[in-house]
């Protein structure tokens, strides 16, 4: 498996409907790095976002989906979700604040 360090896990926020219903329940949807294990995303997001406290998290990998060009197919790259349940006395993460 490869070296990832904290900064590398997370990629980005996953900003959806569904997403932002769960935020109520702080609960909070990223795009993850392949290879990162769970107890890596609870390490990232802890040291990435002050005052977060994690409970659980819960991951989807997904397949790419598979285009077409012309007579060519092909496929995208595969992804992997994370979906992070802070717990109750824990701060908010502030890149959500204002959506």
Known sequence: MANIQYYDVILKPVITEKSMEMMADKKYTFQVHTDATKSQIKEAVEKMFAGTKVKSVNTMNLDGKTKRRGMTFGKTAKTKKAIVQLTEESA?????EGL
């Open 92 to 96: 908010d993460i502030e890149i959500f």
